[in-house]
């Protein structure tokens, strides 16, 4: 695509954070991209312009019928002050992945990575350089036709925005306890669990804060039609160390394939780790505790990297993992990745990309 992007800078910037109590997705840059589509013209007018509101008519298709698609990736400020990105291509791929499930029309995935970039060059500033902190990047599409009848829209617009984020784990790793949910469901095979699509949140949102009333973190969903093989859990994929067999349910059309998954599959087997991608039920989970054979489970995702497991609830039933400890696999993939995304470990795998 030979687009040109337009840039047009604040008139008031505004004063950086302090990198000490930055939180998550609270703080935005100044500037933000933002790009058209129209049916017949395809993407058009490519532009940076300062962050700020937009205006949208309410009859705006977004608003009723949620046809939209999110992405969520981080660039990280290395010791020497160079920029880098975690496997961008992956996300740019996956925004396809999610256009095409929601009736959205296709990006040009190199042309939306030399936006990012683009975006990220001009709001290098922001990036925290404190210990753990990076920059949050949240690319999006919305369905913006005028229309209240439902079909896919004519019109949507694709933004960009920035958030300077901190670092995840402050005091240290801490394992979190997890509710098993056997009433609601997340996602069916045939529906919309593969996409990264608002939808998917929407519909967990009850789970998660009734979770959250009896104290859980998070929510372990399971599939939504036998409630019996584990899915993945909020906003993570999950692995279970067994007998020193690393499992990871397999992609079966209503998990979402996360680069961090991919990732600590990869780390793995670089290790010799076994590692195995197939349906596991939460009773073979249940099983392997009281064998003593479940030796660690943790959730992967951009926003933690690695979150240890150290507790299940399921019907009542509370296992304690490891303890309720970080393992030592779990520790040994969150050093080796936030290592290679802050320059600091050895990139065999080429998965950073500089800005
Ligand atoms: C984004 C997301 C993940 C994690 O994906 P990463 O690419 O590793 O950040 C896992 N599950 C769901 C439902 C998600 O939306």
Known sequence: MSL??????????????????????????????????????????P???????????????????????????????????????????????????SNERLCIPEIDTDFALEALKALIKLEKDWIPEAEGTSLYIRPFIIATDPFLGVRP???????????PVGAYYKEGINPVKIYVESDYVRAVRGGIGYAKTPGNYACSLKSQVEANKKGYT?????????????????????????????????????????????STIELLKSWGVKVTERKITIEELYDAHAKGTLI????????????????????????????????????????????????????????????
């Open 4 to 45: 040109v992007i337009s840039v047009e800078k604040t008139q008031n910037p505004k004063e950086k954070p302090d990198p000490s109590s930055l939180g998550f997705g609270q703080v935005f840059t100044d500037h933000m991209f933002v790009m058209d589509y129209t049916e017949g013209k395809g993407w058009h007018d």
């Open 47 to 97: 532009k940076i312009v300062p962050y700020g509101p937009m205006e949208f008519e309410p009859s705006t298709m977004i608003f009723h019928y949620g046809q939209a698609i999110f992405e969520g990736l981080k660039a990280y400020k290395t010791k020497e002050g160079k920029v880098l990105l975690f496997r961008p291509q992956k996300n740019m791929e996956r925004i396809n992945i």
């Open 153 to 163: 829209s004519l019109t949507y617009k694709f933004i960009i925005i920035l958030s």
């Open 218 to 262: 998070q929510v372990l969903w399971l599939d939504g039609v036998e409630k019996k093989y584990v899915e993945e859990v909020g906003t993570m994929n999950v692995f279970f160390n067994i007998d020193n067999e690393v499992i990871t349910p397999s992609l079966e059309g209503s998990i979402l394939a996360g680069v961090t998954r991919d």
């Open 296 to 355: 660690e489970a943790f959730g992967t995702g951009t926003a933690a990297v690695i979150s240890p497991i150290g507790e299940l609830s399921w019907n009542d039933n509370v296992i304690k993992i490891n303890d309720g400890k970080i393992g030592s696999l779990s520790s040994k993939i969150y050093e080796t990745l936030t290592g290679i995304q802050y320059g600091k470990v050895e990139d065999k795998f080429g998965w950073t990309v500089e800005v």
